[in-house]
């Protein structure tokens, strides 16, 4: 069965320094993998997502995503966090193709600390 | 840009009302989904539907029913709503990449 992992519920960072949020998963085969945010009673907005190539996936407001396929993850990283930044984070990944068959992790909750 | 849109941001009801949520995507997206959001528990799926008047039960779909009578909407439907259905709602369509309308929250008193 395929599932998704964040280990981390919280993650406190410093403002401009960076940030790391992490993500594992178990599918089989040749995922796509996504990185959502969400704010304050809102909706989930998409970030990234890798498809195939290049293993590190640029997205929307500068974060980016390292695709590791040994170790099976893909963390969400920004090189310089803003205090804005400060959101819930979801990974999710599904069978190629199959976005019907997403699965999402639980979440992770991402502090920056002014 | 994908637009996915909810027909309210809040909304209060009572214990045994019957409860329309709708959504609209403007993407000619085949795939649509309705999602439940709790503390704690993440997204489960209630139900997804894949092309007019097709629906899929998703994870969690006990007390509640869909509509999609036309491919830019897709309506969740509470019969008979209950104070354990108070939850944030979400409603996603997508083509291989789920976009998610702004949630409906939900009260039941």
């Known amino acids: 069965a395929q599932s998704v992992a964040q280990p981390e519920d919280q993650v406190n960072v410093a403002e401009g320094n960076p940030l790391t949020v992490k993500c594992t998963y178990s599918?089989?085969?040749?995922?796509?993998l996504f990185w959502y945010v969400q704010y304050p009673n809102r909706g989930l907005q998409f970030l990234l997502k890798?498809?195939?190539?290049?293993?590190l996936v640029k997205g929307s407001y500068g974060f980016e995503a390292e695709f590791n396929k040994s170790q099976t993850s893909f963390h969400l990283k920004k090189p310089s966090a803003l205090v804005s930044d400060s959101a819930l984070y979801f990974c999710?990944?599904?069978?190629?193709?199959?976005?019907?068959?997403?699965?999402f992790g639980k979440g992770t909750r991402l502090h920056i600390l002014p | 840009d994908v637009k996915v849109t909810q027909s309210s941001r809040y909304l209060v009801k009572r214990t045994g009302e019957k409860v329309f949520l709708e959504c609209v995507q403007d993407?000619?997206?085949?795939?649509m989904f309705w999602y439940r959001q709790d503390p704690g528990l993440g997204l489960r799926l209630i139900y997804f539907?894949?092309?007019?008047?097709?629906?899929e039960k998703g994870d969690i779909p006990e007390g509640y029913s869909v509509s999609r009578e036309k491919k830019e909407r897709f309506s969740l439907i509470l019969e008979s709503a209950s104070t354990n259905q108070t939850s944030m709602y979400l409603c996603?369509?997508?083509?291989?990449?789920?976009?998610f309308g702004p949630g409906t929250r939900l009260t039941v008193l």
């Open positions: 890798y498809i195939t190539g290049d293993n």
């Open positions: 539907s894949y092309d007019v008047k097709m629906k």
């Open positions: 993407m000619d997206h085949e795939n």
């Open positions: 996603a369509s997508s083509r291989y990449t789920q976009y």
């Open positions: 599918v089989s085969g040749n995922p796509y």
């Open positions: 999710a990944v599904s069978p190629r193709n199959r976005d019907d068959k997403i699965i």
